[in-house]
């Protein structure tokens, strides 16, 4: 392995082990004390933890749930997907069930639902974000559906786990009440929010599609005062069936207004289309959006 190469190890394994302690953030200090169950096997082992209280002191904590379901599941996948495949996700479950270990549960939202279930998802959701920019998982559900999917070739590996985790939060509802289930649904939205923009970018854009036929004074105004690129795509118009150039223009949200007061200056009659951009990487792009 190269320099390079350990480089980037050595940076996922530390989004890993960050990912992994925010989860555990998460579900010990939000998710657990409120009764949250989002699905996977920490879910199985907040319901474990709850259903145990009577026959073990604070009943079975849930690292050793964890740890304990995985290990038939990473043995499966062992000899069925190969020692690759499971490499960095078994590092995942372990470092998860370790961090449950070491983090006390603690009740940071005094029993508020709606924090409880806002913040936690905050923090699984940056943490799964994480992991999943590692190119891992940490196991669980995610894993044994992967498995499930080699029999069930019928069905995605996305609609095997919707219906295991659903089972998984309507079995929560049953041992905490239908307020935590709702509440926990709540934080599967966060969750899924947070997660999707650490994966698609935290730096949004503007997209601006513009048909004027004005359309090479436009660009060179857009590009002159605003000192960003502009492309010319052809395009006709079906129901005049006469040929134009549409400006394509992507600009920082600050410079949206700025944009859009610019062509309606040169042109009142153009027609301006503007769309959300998830990531915008680029030459010069990056350094002015740093700037502004």
Known sequence: MGVLGRKT???????????TGCMALGIQWFYDPCGFVTGGFTGIGIIVRQMTEGIAEGGIPLWLTNLVLNIPVFAAA?????????????????????????????????????????????LSGTGMGLVLLAKATTGG???????????????????ILEVVDGLIVLAGMFAFGP?????????????SKVSDALLEGMKYAKA???????????????MQ??????????????????EKCMLYCVVSRKEIVTLKEIVVEIDPNAFIIVSDAREV??????ENEAES
């Open 9 to 19: 190890l050595y940076a996922e394994l530390s989004q890993i082990v960050l990912g």
């Open 225 to 242: 005062r605003l000192n960003r690129g502009v492309t010319g795509l052809q395009a006709k118009g079906m129901y005049s069936g006469t």
């Open 78 to 122: 062992f000899f069925v997907m190969g020692r690759q495949f499971v490499g960095k996700t078994a590092a995942a479950t372990v470092l998860l069930s370790g961090w449950l270990f070491v983090i006390p549960p603690f009740d940071m939202a005094q029993k508020d639902l709606l924090l409880a279930s806002v913040f936690g998802g905050v």
């Open 179 to 191: 307020q935590s289930g709702l509440y926990a649904m709540l934080a599967i939205f966060v969750t």
């Open 141 to 159: 559900t995610d894993l044994a559906a992967v498995l499930m999917h080699r029999k069930l070739r019928h069905y995605s590996v996305v609609q």
């Open 281 to 286: 990487l680029g030459e010069g792009f990056i």
């Open 208 to 222: 601006a599609y513009i048909i004027t036929d004005r359309y090479g004074e436009v660009a060179g105004a857009l």
